[in-house]
């Protein structure tokens, strides 16, 4: 007999003594809230989102009223839903003056699955819902006032309020909440929703609203919902990789644990998340000084806040040790780099199809002249642009060798796309920046096109639906690159890490193009990567697409730690072209 159960956290960050009962009485009474539904028979949709309004309606937390501001003095909320039985989601980035950020992306689940609004556009979906809007002075308390005027510098924040629990420094800031549940049907649901960093810089967007970051639900394994530093969060894919623990036959409580060492390890970061196996097996761990948590079901009604309050926690286990890449002198690599591109029909793809070769053997050149792995993708990717003369309003690039990141999405009037979010990676803390952040970023660093020539490249556009790129230098590290054409307010899933792109030293490099939807709902270049095991690469790829129902118009590219390219081709009718050219010198 399935027992409906629901977890919901209230953040994980160094939550100060004069906020700790208030803490976790707010996740107490969410919980609650979220049971009352699943005892009535509610779906899991449904009672994660009463546990998440609970939550955001409560001033001690970081989510609706109670989001902290901005570098400019406002408030930006995210937020997503997605229904483990159908994995479909709904997320939203940036959003201003909504009471419930929940509640719209549930809209936009039920309206636009699988769809990513951000700013002004989840806006303008908000009053076409009539969704409840909320002032400035209404969602900001005077904690949240007081504690941007101290905030002087976005590091800060982040040391003192993301510290781990051995270095804790003086708490500061709020963080993200969520909720997970499993219904008396066996179906399942994750949601978060955050007002992000105090004094971050606008459009900064973690890990919150990204599927396969902030969280994920899949009826056939479980629910996540993480919470801590967002761009650690992001650079590991913490709810995909702890739901691939899961499939492999870890306890829910095993898998948040080990994958939490291995975000300290590898990215020195910290947070927490809660887990809901599809059998209703109970995992939470943090890493961080505190995170307020509560689940309820029969007979069982707990909560916590320090570590050890009812869950065996990370510092009494013995961290998962991470192997190291080979460097190289002992492993010497040959350079290789792969590009492709999808176009909307077999005429457009062939007009251009000698590009292909061209991009690919400048962006190679690099590799062989000892430039950087991260150069040669974006290289590639921003020659591709400029002869096909494109506008971008997403991209996404991703360095293996530390996991850094840069994405952005929601501007069309920079030069080359790919070039803001090498920015972003190299020259700010933010994995991702959207919206008006993005055209302040891209001012500030001089990326912007002239404004009378915007609309003249959009004009210019050749039925080129996205440019990918992967690559692995002589030293084994590795990088991936990836944009999407412009699009009028919306995210397009290249620019969501763990989606379409995805780069590791220690599992490979890989980009996929098309337009199947599972896509994003199943981080699956997170996924492929997880799972590829080398030898028989490509019929390896092929099984794991058709498990994900992700085998029809897509296209492939990958770089395994060995330096063995792979590509795979499954175009049939939205996306029925593509053109790929891999270069190197192994002959």
Known sequence: MIEPTIVVHGGAWSIPQFLAAASIDGVKLAASEGYKLLSDGASAVDAVVAAIVSLEDNPVFDAGTGSVLNALGEIEMDAVIMNGKTKDYGSIAALANIKNPIKLARLLLVEHKNTFLIGSSANEFADEKNVERATLDELLTPLAKMEWQKAIKYNQVIESRFKSRVTATQPSGHDTVGAVALDCHGNMAFGTSTGGIMAKHPGRVGDSPIVGCGGMSDDKIGSVSTTGHGESITKVCLAKDILLLINQGLSAQEAVSKSLGVM??????????????????????????????????????????????????????????????????????IPILIVHSVFGSQEQGQRFAS?????????????????????????AIMEMEKQLGITCNASVVMNGQDLSVGSASGVANVRHHIELSKHIMMET???????KGVSLLAEKAGLLHETEKVSELKESRTGCLGIGAVAMDCHGNLACAQVSPYQQGWTASASLIGSHAYADNMSGAVSLLGSNENISKESLAKHLLFHHQGDDGSDMIRQLLEECQSNDDIGVIMIDTAGHPFVHVSMSTTCSSMYYDVITNRD
Do not use: C
């Open 264 to 333: 300290t390890d590898r990215v020195n970061g910290s947070g927490g998340a809660i887990v809901l196996s599809k059998t209703g097996q109970i995992g939470i761990d943090f890493t961080t000084d505190r995170m307020a948590w509560s689940y309820k079901r029969k007979n069982e009604f707990k909560f916590g806040l320090d570590p050890g309050d009812g869950y065996g926690f990370l510092q009494d286990k013995q961290k998962m040790s991470v192997p190291r890449v080979l460097d190289s002198k002992s492993n010497p690599r």
């Open 355 to 379: 590009l292909n070769q061209s991009v690919a053997s400048k962006g190679h050149k690099m590799l062989t002249s000892k430039g950087s792995v991260v150069d040669a993708v974006v290289s």
């Open 429 to 435: 803390p933010h994995t991702m920046v959207v919206g």
